[in-house]
C-alpha cells in the first residue's frame, strides 16, 4: 500500500472516531458492538500504519480488520446515522482503492446467507481476525469454534463436529498449508470444505494450496458477501458428500441385513448373485448343467414318533446345521430342507465345471460327520441315526421359481425327479450317485462299488448307480 493512500486513511479515521465514540452512548448493544470493534481497528491501523518496522503481512491484517468491520457496520446496521454512515464508507472505499483487491471494487447488492445449525472453525493467529471472522459468522447465524494456532485447530477437531474451516495461511509453527495437508490426509475430516484466507496475491501458492485440497482460496481484506458465497457453496458440496456416505452406510447396512436373513436359508452364492445382479431377482431361469444331491434321515419318523417336539427339534437343527455346513464349504447351493430331507445343487447359481466332483466329495464329508452328530445325540439321549445321499448329474432350468409376491431360487426338470427316485433306493449310511455321475469323476480319487440298475415308477428308462464307498487312499 503507497504511503499516500495510508495517511488518507489514517485522517479519514481520525475524522470519524470521535462521531463514532458519540454514538456509542445512543446504539442498541449489537450496533455498539461492531462500532466498538471497528475502533479498535481503526486504532490498530493507525499504531501499524505509522509504524516503519511493520511487514505487508501485519499491514494487511490491520486493513482486512477496519474492512471487515467497516462493512459489518454498513451492510448488517441499517440504524446508522448518514453522517457515520458517510464516514465509514469513505474508510471503506479507500482502502479498498489502496490494496486493489477485486472483490471491494465492485459492491455488492446481495445480502449475507444464513446458515443455523452450521459449525465453523476459524483458524488464525491474531485475536482481532478471530473477532472479526467470529462476529461475521454469528451474523450468519454460524456457530463459531477458534482457534488460535493450527496444532489447537488440529485438536479440536479431533473433539468437535465442524461444517467447515476458514484457515488462515500464514502462522508461526505449524502454517495454514500444513494444517490443511493433515485434514485433507485425514480420513475422518478429508470431507469438511477448508477455505484459505490470506493477503498473498501470489498464483502459485493459491495454486498449491488447492492442489493440497483446499475448497476456496480468498484474499484479505475479505469480502463478507463473497465469503457468505463460498461458504455457501462449501456446505453445499460438504451435504452431497454426507448424503453420499449416508447412501454408502445404507447400501451397507442393505447388504448385511440380505446376508444375515436370506444366508440362513439360501447358500452365500445367491446372496452374491442377489446383490451382484438384483436383476436376477427376476421371474425365470436358465438351463445349466448342474450336479443334484438328495440326503434324507432314514426311517425318522419311526425314531422320532415318540420323542417331545423340543427334542425331534433339536436332533434335526443339529443334523441339518451340520449338513449344511459342509455343502455350503463345497460352494453347493441349498435349495430346500423338506423336513428330514435336504435337496442341494453344484454348479447353480455359479458355473463350476468340477461340480460332481464338489459334489461326491461334499457326500463323503456329510456321511464322515454323522458319526460325531451321533456322539452328541447319544449324551443327549437322541437317538442316534443314518443318511442316505443320491447324486445326479444333468440339465435342469435354474433360477427364481414363484410369482411376483413370493418366489425362491430353485431347480426344475426330469433330472430333478430322477435323483429322488436314486435316493429311494439309496442305502443308510450310503452315497448312491447315477451313471451320468459317474461319468464326470476322476475316478481315481474314488472308490465306487459295483453297479446295479433301478427301474423306478414314473421314469421309463433303467438306471445305472453306482455307490461311492469313500475316497481311495494315496500313498
Not at 7 to 15: G, H, R
Not at 197 to 208: E, K, P
Request: charged share 25%; net charge negative.
Amino acid at each position: 500500500m503507497a504511503e499516500p493512500a495510508l495517511n488518507t486513511v489514517v485522517e479519514l479515521s481520525k475524522a470519524a472516531t470521535p462521531e463514532l465514540k458519540k454514538l456509542l452512548d445512543t446504539s442498541d448493544s449489537e450496533l455498539t458492538e461492531d462500532v466498538t470493534a471497528l475502533l479498535l481497528a481503526l486504532d490498530r491501523f493507525d499504531i501499524v500504519a505509522n509504524d516503519d518496522s511493520t511487514n505487508r503481512h501485519d499491514l494487511l491484517n490491520a486493513v482486512a480488520a477496519v474492512m471487515g468491520y467497516a462493512e459489518m457496520v454498513l451492510e448488517l446496521d441499517r440504524d446508522l446515522p448518514p453522517s457515520i454512515r458517510a464516514h465509514i464508507q469513505h474508510i471503506a472505499d479507500a482502502l479498498s482503492a489502496s490494496t486493489k483487491s477485486p472483490e471491494h471494487s465492485t459492491k455488492s447488492s446481495r445480502s449475507l446467507d444464513t446458515f443455523e445449525g452450521c459449525t465453523v472453525l476459524v483458524v488464525d493467529d491474531l485475536p482481532e481476525n478471530l473477532d472479526l471472522m467470529s462476529r461475521l459468522l454469528r451474523k450468519m447465524a454460524c456457530s463459531v469454534i477458534t482457534a488460535d494456532s493450527g496444532a489447537i485447530a488440529l485438536d479440536l477437531l479431533e473433539q468437535e463436529s465442524v461444517d467447515l474451516v476458514l484457515l488462515d495461511l500464514v502462522m508461526p509453527s505449524i502454517d495454514g498449508r500444513e494444517v490443511l495437508a493433515r485434514i485433507k490426509q485425514s480420513e475422518q475430516h478429508r470431507a469438511i470444505p477448508v477455505i484459505m484466507i490470506s493477503g498473498r496475491q501470489d498464483m502459485d501458492q493459491i495454486v498449491d494450496c488447492i492442489q493440497v485440497g483446499a475448497d476456496d482460496y480468498l484474499l484479505k481484506p475479505v469480502n463478507s458477501v463473497l465469503l457468505s458465497a463460498r461458504i455457501k457453496s462449501g456446505l453445499e458440496r460438504k451435504r452431497w458428500h454426507d448424503k453420499e456416505e449416508q447412501y454408502r452406510e445404507q447400501l451397507e447396512k442393505r447388504e448385511l441385513f440380505i446376508r444375515q436373513t436370506f444366508g440362513r436359508y439360501i447358500s452365500d452364492a445367491i446372496v452374491d448373485e442377489i446383490l451382484e445382479n438384483p436383476e436376477g431377482l427376476k421371474l425365470g431361469g436358465d438351463l445349466r448343467s448342474v450336479t443334484l444331491m438328495m440326503s434324507d434321515i432314514r426311517s425318522f419318523t419311526t425314531l422320532v414318533e415318540h420323542l417331545p417336539p423340543e427334542k425331534v427339534v433339536t436332533l434335526l437343527n443339529r443334523y441339518l446345521g451340520k449338513m449344511t455346513d459342509i455343502i455350503l464349504e463345497h460352494g453347493g447351493t441349498i435349495d430346500e430342507f423338506l423336513g428330514d430331507a435336504v435337496l442341494a445343487a453344484f454348479g447353480a447359481p455359479t458355473k463350476t465345471p468340477d461340480h460332481a466332483q464338489r459334489a461326491v466329495t461334499c457326500a463323503i464329508a456329510m456321511q464322515a460327520a454323522m458319526d460325531d452328530i451321533n456322539t452328541q445325540n447319544k449324551a443327549d439321549g437322541l437317538p442316534e441315526i443314518e443318511m442316505a445321499i443320491a447324486l445326479n448329474t444333468g440339465e435342469v432350468v435354474a433360477g427364481n421359481i414363484g410369482s411376483e409376491r413370493r418366489s425362491k431360487y430353485g431347480f426344475v426338470g426330469h433330472q430333478v425327479n430322477v435323483t429322488s427316485r436314486i435316493e429311494d433306493a439309496a442305502l443308510p449310511k450310503e452315497i448312491l450317485v447315477s451313471e451320468r455321475t459317474l461319468n464326470c469323476l476322476d475316478l481315481t480319487g474314488f472308490n465306487v462299488g459295483e453297479s446295479r440298475s433301478l427301474n423306478p415308477k414314473g421314469i421309463e428308462e433303467t438306471l445305472s448307480v453306482f455307490p461311492i464307498n469313500g475316497e481311495m487312499l494315496r500313498d
